[in-house]
């Protein structure tokens, strides 16, 4: 049936919505109150869209059938808040695809770990020869595929702003990697807020489906039995043994499923760090749920490429090691990246707050941390943070002027960690932006 589809926001998941509905036969309008990518506007030109960019037409809005919101634009938007008080239905992007594809889905959420498992999984699935597609916060947006692809299966990172908005998404394999404190402006600060959008990851799922866990997780293990759809479920663990699942002990990575067994020497994986095994066992756990070949799955694990952005290791200055992590946006990110280094520690952190807890990093940035700069146009949540640690501390308004600052603070055998703790909206354009001009920064010393 045809319908009057409004898009807001013409980003990638926005773009990607209104090229599946124009080609769908809907009567599809656009718009963004701010500047739209000449990218994007090329695709609304080929695909005959309208739109409009800088304000919103409300008349055209609110008589919509549908609307179909990027995960960018929060609730507490004007607009959003007059489309809620009309009645008018809003959903996801993901959801908008999910609508128009039959292909089996594997979702993958987490506060931390979801690109990097999101990335090992499509690799696995990759090297098995079949049909798969890369789609969500990585890859192509997923309407935008479904829209000009025809694949069998879909690896979907999820960010909790695209599961807010779903209504009968239903992914075949479901991941909940783990749960910590983020995005606490998006949803009140309430912490349980942000727990709930995140088990909506497995709202929809039936009892064939499958649901893989971390069961380390205190905050999953808590809300599972309230929350948990009728599925399977599959736990992994570092710290306990799973009959059924997968665990990792000092030496071997171990996955049950269905009485077969996959046994593989963790010094073996390409990803290492307590973190890194955490990410490729929830990936091979999935490719077993998959059926897919022990050697295969085993070859993927061994030969996978960290993802860009990610504890990327850039390169050595004069004996002084570089270490691009710019995609740690929140405080649990950082820990890990903190607790994985061996050597004395530079941190550049800061950015845009999201409700932290910076206290959670004292006794890394004791041990192991000796000096900081803070990038960012507001420092002074950091600053407070760390005020009585007796460590040298600077604060930097651009990424140059941040790398200089640490380099100065260096001594040959030390590591400059980028590993901000905070979202990159106030200097940056995205993550990707702050990782980017961080490694031109280092060049340029």
């Known amino acids: 049936m045809r319908q009057k589809i409004v898009i807001l926001g013409a980003g990638e998941s926005g773009t990607g919505a209104a090229i599946l509905a124009s080609v769908q036969g809907h009567d599809v309008f656009l ?14 030109v080929e695909y005959n869209i309208s739109f409009e960019e800088g304000s919103h ?17 929060p609730e507490k938007a004007p607009i ?46 990759k090297n098995a020869g079949l049909n798969v597609g890369l789609a969500g916060n990585v890859g192509k947006s997923f309407a935008w595929q479904v829209a000009t ?43 349980e807020n942000y727990i709930r959008s995140k088990f909506r990851i497995a709202l929809n799922q039936k009892d064939n489906d499958v649901m893989i ?36 002990n000092e030496k071997e990575l171990t996955i049950n499923i269905n009485n077969n067994s996959f046994i593989m020497n963790i010094n073996e994986l390409a990803l290492q760090g307590r973190h890194n095994r955490y990410n490729s066992l929830a990936a091979g756990i999935a490719a077993n749920v998959l059926d897919i070949r022990k050697d295969i799955i085993r070859e993927s694990l061994m030969s996978f490429v960290s993802v860009e952005h990610r504890m990327e290791k850039v390169i050595k200055v004069h004996g002084i090691e570089f270490i691009n992590d710019s995609k740690a946006t929140n405080v649990n990110s950082t820990w890990y990246a903190l607790e994985s280094m061996s050597r004395p520690i530079i941190w550049i952190a800061g950015g845009v707050d999201k409700g932290n807890d910076y206290s ?20 002074s949540k ?42 990159s909206f106030d200097l940056f354009e995205n993550y990707e932006d702050r990782g980017i001009q961080f490694k031109k920064a280092i060049r340029d010393l």
């Open 360 to 379: 959670e990093l004292d006794a890394l940035v004791k041990e192991k941390v000796k000096g900081m700069v803070f990038l960012g146009t507001d420092n």
């Open 149 to 191: 692809e025809n694949f069998d299966y879909y690896v979907i990172e999820l960010s909790s702003f695209q599961l807010d908005d779903i209504v009968e998404f239903r992914p075949y394999i479901s991941m909940l990697l783990n749960i910590t404190p983020d995005h606490l402006d998006r949803y009140e600060y309430k912490f």
């Open 31 to 44: 718009s963004d109150a701010g500047s739209i990518k000449d990218k994007y506007k090329k695709a609304f």
């Open 213 to 248: 866990f971390g069961s380390d997780d205190k905050v999953i293990m808590e809300y599972l039995n309230e929350l948990a759809p009728p599925c399977i479920l599959v736990p992994f663990s570092h710290d306990q043994e799973q009959t059924i699942g997968g665990y990792i």
């Open 57 to 73: 037409d409300t008349d055209r809005i609110f008589g919509a059938d549908l609307i179909i919101k990027s995960p960018g634009i």
């Open 382 to 423: 950091l600053l407070s943070s760390f005020a009585s640690f007796e460590k040298p501390k600077s604060e930097a308004r651009s990424m140059k002027e941040a790398v200089k600052m640490a380099y100065k603070m260096a001594k040959p055998g030390d590591v400059i960690l980028l590993s901000p703790a905070c979202a």
């Open 80 to 125: 959003v808040k007059d489309i809620r008080q009309k009645g008018i239905p809003v959903i996801s992007e993901i959801e908008f695809g999910y609508r128009y594809t039959q292909a089996k889905i594997i979702a993958i959420t987490g506060s931390n770990g979801k690109t990097t498992t999101t990335m090992l999984t499509y690799h696995i699935l």
